[in-house]
């Protein structure tokens, strides 16, 4: 079984800043870690993923170049820097793990994730 904590999240203005921070615990030494967000009125939609054992990086276009994920110490831990947050960026943002290593054609595909975290909600007010 997988644990999947989340913390970060909250409101922020646009232009701001916000950090994402989510762990897996399991008996994996390594997993598929991604973030997912759904905003009001739409469907889950990907964000950016990474296998911790290394491999691709997966980043939704319209969050290219202003976030970021990265690895803690422990390779478990996955953290999404977002910077210049946008008013479209608000939903309700979610950790997805598998111990599977991470595989997609075109973008991740949430039914590949076995372990999801509560969600957290990023809100950037328009």
């Known amino acids: 079984q997988v644990q999947v904590e989340e913390s970060g999240g909250g409101s922020v203005q646009a232009g701001g800043s916000l950090r994402l921070s989510c762990a897996a615990s399991?008996?994996?030494?390594?997993?598929?870690m991604g973030w997912f967000r759904q905003g009001p009125g739409k469907e889950r939609e990907p964000v950016a993923a990474?296998?911790?054992?290394?491999?691709?990086?997966y980043y939704a276009a319209s969050v290219k170049g202003r976030f970021t994920i990265s690895q803690g110490n422990d390779k478990n831990t996955l953290y999404l820097q977002m910077d210049s947050l946008k008013p479209e960026d608000t939903a309700v943002y979610y950790c997805?793990?598998?111990?599977?290593?991470?595989?997609?054609?075109?973008?991740?595909?949430?039914?590949?994730?076995?372990?999801w975290g509560q969600g957290t909600q990023v809100t950037v007010p328009s």
């Open positions: 997805a793990v598998d111990e599977d290593p991470c595989w997609w054609v075109g973008s991740p595909d949430p039914q590949h994730f076995r372990h």
């Open positions: 399991g008996k994996s030494s390594s997993y598929c």
């Open positions: 990474t296998y911790t054992n290394g491999g691709s990086i």
